[in-house]
């Protein structure tokens, strides 16, 4: 059975002077983002126990009903959107 022939691959590299730069801000953030994004996780958590505990006995909070989740876990989400944004 005869031998294939092997063929020679092109390296393909990419042209440095074909890139263009991107300014990436380095370094950690600053700790009032890290507050501001645990703030809104605690708020979140802190609104759905209130509710838990005495929806009851606060009115205003009784009559938002089903909302109160919707309130409370977007809190948290905010705070989690928050945490893709974290250095």
Known sequence: MPKSKVRKKNDYTINPAN??????KLGPSSPVYVSVMLGFMLLGLAWLIVYYLAADSLTW????????????????????VMTMRWR
């Open 19 to 24: 890139r263009t730069p991107v300014k990436v």
């Open 61 to 80: 909070m009784n009559n938002l009903g089903a909302y109160n989740f919707l309130i409370g876990f977007g809190f948290m989400i905010v705070g989690l």
